[in-house]
């Protein structure tokens, strides 16, 4: 489902993976973990292609990044969702439309729209938010929103980017929870965090970067 080959790359001159390997299978739950600028992002930016290897290769369900045509990469992003420590909410827009927007770029219907974004509003328990803008939202019921986004086209894998980086410790548990929720579902999550805490609490397999290669 999620393959690295040997994956090398540069950016600007700078080497920043190193023969990375890895597999991801069907369903899994993965943390990415290592020291700040190890290489975390830059793998989690492999996956939805906006950064593509030098050598080797990157297989993501049947898009190889040696292969894949540059119209075909908005499909593939289709299929998975992200998830950053910022948000990245659009602050002109309420609740509903932050999460409706992911769904009418992809031509789906007025009808259908409102019953996917209230489902999964309600699964992230936020149905009652509606109509509020980000601004007006503490920093949990905002990643709560970004997850729900992230989750409406259903997507096979949600990339997490240090998802509780803003969050206090009981804030963070909660998107925790709701995260092993919808793997439990049967999403797959890779989730980069530096926290000792969640790495801990949660027994799921980490993956571990350090100068741009994995560690055992
Ligand atoms: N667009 C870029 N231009 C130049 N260097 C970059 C770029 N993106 C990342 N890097 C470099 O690549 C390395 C890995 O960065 P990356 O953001 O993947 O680290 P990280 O493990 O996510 O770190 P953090 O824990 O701080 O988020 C760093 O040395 C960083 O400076
Ligand atoms: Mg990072």
């Known amino acids: 489902m999620i393959e690295f080959y040997n994956v090398s790359t540069r950016i600007r001159?700078?080497?920043?993976?190193?023969?990375?390997?890895?597999?991801?299978?069907?369903?899994e739950f993965a943390f990415l973990t290592g020291p700040s600028g190890a290489g975390k992002s830059t793998i989690l930016r492999h996956i939805y292609m906006d950064v593509m290897p030098d050598q080797g290769m990157v297989i993501v369900e049947n898009y190889n990044s040696a292969k894949i045509k540059e119209k075909e990469i908005p499909m593939l992003r289709r299929k998975i969702g992200v998830v950053f420590q910022d948000f990245k909410l659009l602050p002109d827009r309420n609740v509903f439309d932050n999460v409706a927007f992911a769904l009418r770029v992809t031509g789906v219907k007025g009808r259908e729209i409102r019953r996917r974004v209230m489902r999964v509003?309600?699964?992230?328990?936020?149905?009652?938010?509606?109509?509020?803008?980000?601004?007006?939202?503490?920093g949990g019921e905002q990643q709560r929103v970004?997850?729900?986004?992230?989750?409406v086209n259903n997507p096979f894998i949600i990339l997490a980017d240090e998802p509780t980086g803003n969050l206090d410790a009981a804030t963070s548990l909660e998107i925790m929870q709701i995260l092993e929720k919808i793997n439990r579902q049967g999403t797959a999550i890779l989730m980069a965090t530096h926290s000792q805490e969640i790495l801990e609490t949660f027994g799921h397999r980490r993956i571990i970067v350090r100068d741009g290669a994995l560690r055992p």
């Open 121 to 138: 509003l309600a699964e992230v328990n936020l149905g009652h938010k509606r109509n509020q803008y980000p601004a007006s939202l503490s």
């Open 13 to 27: 001159e700078q080497m920043i993976l190193k023969d990375v390997t890895f597999r991801l299978v069907k369903g």
């Open 146 to 151: 970004a997850i729900a986004r992230a989750i």
